[in-house]
């Protein structure tokens, strides 16, 4: 892509400073188009996390195996990962309005074949057509801020439009946590048709069309395909291992085929006229440091979070509104230390705060790692409500750090992968601290279940046990004698919690190492020089 810089069609008479033409009337006004915007981008996030505490009541409902459950959530979020570059490149062909509009459409579309769903094969296949349709909103919704907002005002527009990222992230927990328990887990994915009305027909009353400045006339189809075969091997062979077993020849196969497809496309990237990512913006070690760090945020925060909602649901047997409302803290800290953080970042620049972020990070999946069967609310608390204050400025400085390191003429393709990066990194966490936990229950509930002079199991049995574990469920057949039915649940929570407690140990050995990444970022040299670019 040889420049991002955004021209308004109907708009071409020159102007003395760098300013829109005023909007006149609903179409094009700014914080209209942020409304717009941000209630399109709010059921994409949501989506992120919202399914956390829905996954174990679809689990009992559709009688998924863990390794179902998590493809609810790699699913998804693979389907973002490698297709929002593409997305953006779209939307610069053929217009950010547009796009915005049919992602709309598509998303509400796939959420209400998701609630009609009746067996895991399609809530899964509509989860990666919600994926799809949600890259689409993601970069077309910051395209069109960019050639909206004055470039005195676009920083505060992208922070809000943060904010509402951040803040759907966080409060998907609690919103899904209401909607299961007091209607159904149909309903989670229901309500983004209504919502997705919204959208559109806000969209299409507000929203202007915006076209790019000498727009992509090819796509890098080979690259899209290179890129989504690596991240599918990956992926799956850190799903599928603790079923085949890590020395297993199809688990490396996999592998290797991940690694293949990886320096395929990277040696595609330098050939091909219009790269899905240009290598060259990583020669910016900031930049880099940037993608990255958001990589090992995600990791760390999407896979604890995973695990989370079953330990508070089986382990503790709460409702999903009291586990939505357990992570409270993480939501309210992470929805008030984002704009503290963009404050300090704008102040010392982001090294400090990003720095200090993943630290807190570390230090509150170390205490995850500490939680027992009957650890109490106050303890939970506190560890979550530092989760989400070390998260909040890895959030907020992301785009500062990745958009502003980049060149003018790459933002657009650098903001795409901020957000690639993060969706990567969610799926990634989620299978590689799921395989984690699939492993270690396996090492140890066989052992855990002799020692309790349970009832020996076959080998089917025992398989059969594990998955339930996995998920902190006792297998208790039916009819067992309630202190015998005590005494096994006991022992799968106990191995479920050991399990936990290695995941969350792995997170904080992410988040440290992702302390040293973040002393490598700076804030962007091109950052002002984009935003007052943006228009013209």
């Known amino acids: 892509m040889t420049s991002q810089t955004t021209v308004d069609k109907a708009d071409k008479a020159p102007e003395p400073v760098s300013f829109p033409a005023p909007a006149k009337g609903l179409r094009g006004h700014p914080w209209l188009t942020l409304f717009s915007v941000a209630i399109g981008v709010m ?28 493809w609810i959530t790699n699913g998804y979020f693979l389907a973002l990962a490698v297709t929002l570059i593409t997305a953006g490149k779209l939307g610069d062909r053929f217009g950010h309005r547009q796009t915005f509009l049919i992602g709309v459409i598509g998303f509400a579309a796939a959420s209400g074949a998701i609630g009609l769903s009746d067996s895991i094969a399609l809530v899964v296949t509509f989860r990666v057509f919600q994926g799809l349709f949600g890259a689409l909103l993601m970069p077309a919704a910051l395209g069109l801020l960019r050639a909206t907002f004055p470039a005195e005002k676009l920083n505060m527009a992208i922070g809000i439009w ?86 297993d020849g199809l688990t490396w196969t996999f592998l290797a085929a991940s690694v293949l497809c990886f320096a395929l496309f990277a040696i595609w990237e330098t050939r091909v006229k219009e790269p899905l990512v240009p290598l060259a913006l990583f020669r910016s070690v900031p930049l880099s440091a940037g993608v990255v760090l958001m990589v090992l945020m995600a990791i760390a925060f999407m896979g604890g979070l995973f695990f989370v909602t079953f330990y508070l649901q089986n382990v503790h047997g709460m409702s999903p509104v009291d586990s939505g409302l357990h992570l409270l803290p993480l939501t309210g800290m992470m929805i008030v230390g984002s704009p503290l953080a963009g404050a300090m970042i704008t102040k010392v620049g982001p090294r400090i705060p990003l720095a200090g972020g993943m630290l807190l990070t570390a230090v509150a999946m170390y205490g995850m790692s500490t939680l027992e069967s009957g650890t109490g609310s ?98 208790v057949p039916k009819g067992t004698p309630a202190v015998l039915a005590e005494k096994i649940t006991s022992v799968a ?10 995941a969350c140990l792995v997170a904080a050995g992410v ?17 002002e020089a984009g935003a007052g670019a943006a228009h013209i």
């Open 493 to 502: 929570h106990d191995t479920f919690i050991s399990g936990m407690s290695l």
């Open 511 to 527: 988040a440290v190492v992702a302390i040293f990444v973040a002393l490598l970022t700076k804030r962007g040299a091109n950052a």
């Open 378 to 475: 106050g303890i939970m608390s506190l560890w979550f409500a530092l989760l989400g204050l070390g998260l909040a400025p890895v959030m907020v400085g992301a785009t500062e750090v990745i958009v502003g390191n980049a060149p003018m003429e790459l933002s657009g393709v650098a903001g795409g992968l901020q957000q690639a990066a993060m969706q990567i990194g969610g799926s990634l966490g989620t299978a590689v601290l799921g395989a984690v936990m699939a492993s270690k229950v396996d090492n140890d509930l066989a052992g855990n279940w002799t020692d309790a002079k349970l009832p020996p199991l076959t080998p089917a049995q025992l398989d059969q046990a594990s998955e339930a574990v996995q998920v902190g469920v006792g297998p």
């Open 162 to 247: 943060g904010m509402v990222i951040g803040a759907s992230t966080a409060g998907g927990p609690i919103l899904g946590g209401l909607l299961v328990q007091h209607v159904s887990w149909q309903s989670v994915f229901f309500i983004n048709v209504p919502v997705g009305v919204i959208a559109l027909v806000l969209g299409l009353l507000i929203l202007k069309d915006h076209r790019a400045e000498n727009a992509p006339r090819s796509f890098d189809i080979l690259g899209i395909v290179l890129l989504s075969g690596a991240m599918f091997c990956l992926v799956w062979a850190l799903i599928k291992a603790p079923t085949w077993g890590w020395g």
């Open 43 to 70: 059921m994409v996030a949501l989506d992120g996390t919202i399914v956390a505490i829905a996954n174990p009541a679809i689990q009992k409902d559709l009688g998924a195996s863990f390794a179902d459950v998590q």
